[in-house]
């Protein structure tokens, strides 16, 4: 069983970068499909991007945050990263990864496993 573990969250202004971290124990996260979603207050989760455990080549992207975030993996620290630039306020949420053991999804309950989740705050 893998366990995951998000950080890298804060407080910055509109414009800025943060990256985010999902760790993972347990197992590797190079066997798993791991994937970002985010949630703010009022509304439901959505998806931000996935890295396919078949294809790290070929990363999925919500069309609101391609072209500036960036999803990553490090075998060697069992860690996925979400580089997230041009931070915009429509960005605050609390974000978390999630694990599933087969392909692409960006259906949140197609996830088995999820971290704690860590808060972005950007403002304007």
């Known amino acids: 069983q893998v366990r995951l573990v998000e950080s890298g969250g804060g407080l910055v202004q509109a414009g800025d970068s943060l990256r985010l971290s999902c760790t993972a124990s347990?197992?590797?996260?190079?066997?798993?499909?791991v994937a970002w979603f985010r949630q703010a207050p009022g509304n439901e989760r959505g998806f931000v991007a996935a890295?396919?455990?078949?294809?790290?080549?070929?990363?999925d992207y919500a069309d609101s945050v391609k072209g500036r975030f960036t999803i990553s993996r490090d075998a060697g620290k069992n860690t996925v990263y979400l580089q997230m630039t041009g931070l915009k306020p429509e960005d605050t949420a609390i974000y978390s990864c999630?694990?599933?053991?087969?392909?692409?999804?960006?259906?949140?309950?197609?996830?088995?496993?999820w971290g704690q989740g860590t808060q972005v705050t950007v403002s304007s």
């Open positions: 890295l396919s455990r078949y294809d790290s080549d070929t990363p």
């Open positions: 347990g197992r590797p996260v190079s066997i798993y499909t």
């Open positions: 999630a694990s599933r053991y087969s392909g692409l999804s960006r259906v949140p309950s197609d996830f088995t496993t």
